[in-house]
């Protein structure tokens, strides 16, 4: 699991829209059925839902540093999705929001917490 964290950290192969369970598996030295049961026992994701979290994570930081405008859809390209409608779907699931708002919130000042984090109070 280290090893694919520093693969997916340092080298950013997670931006590649492209990248597999046995990609990745192989670019750390195991095999699949390894690693998809690793990052369900230590993370509680599924192989999917772990590489996504770190393509969000991009496309949150690619946000907040970016000056200009930019378009959903690039912001998805950028950050490893293959499709806008991909990228949404996962931003809104995984932060309660969608892209658009999260930007506009992050104008004004308000990022944090999560809307979906709301719901638990």
């Known amino acids: 699991m280290k090893r694919a964290e520093r693969e997916l950290a340092k080298e950013l192969s997670f931006l590649d829209s492209s990248l597999t369970i046995d990609s990745l598996a192989r670019a750390v030295g195991t095999n699949r059925t390894y690693l998809s049961q690793s990052v369900r026992l230590e993370k509680g994701l599924t192989f999917c839902e772990y590489i996504n979290s770190f393509r969000i994570d991009y496309a949150k930081g690619y946000m907040q540093s ?5 378009s959903t859809e690039e912001v ?3 950050s490893g999705f293959g499709s806008k409608r991909n990228f949404v779907r996962q931003f809104r699931r995984m932060e309660g929001m969608t892209p658009v708002q999260y930007y506009k919130r992050l104008k004004i000042g308000i990022t944090e917490p999560k809307i979906a984090n709301l719901n638990s109070r």
């Open 66 to 70: 970016e000056q200009t405008k930019f």
């Open 76 to 78: 998805a390209i950028i």
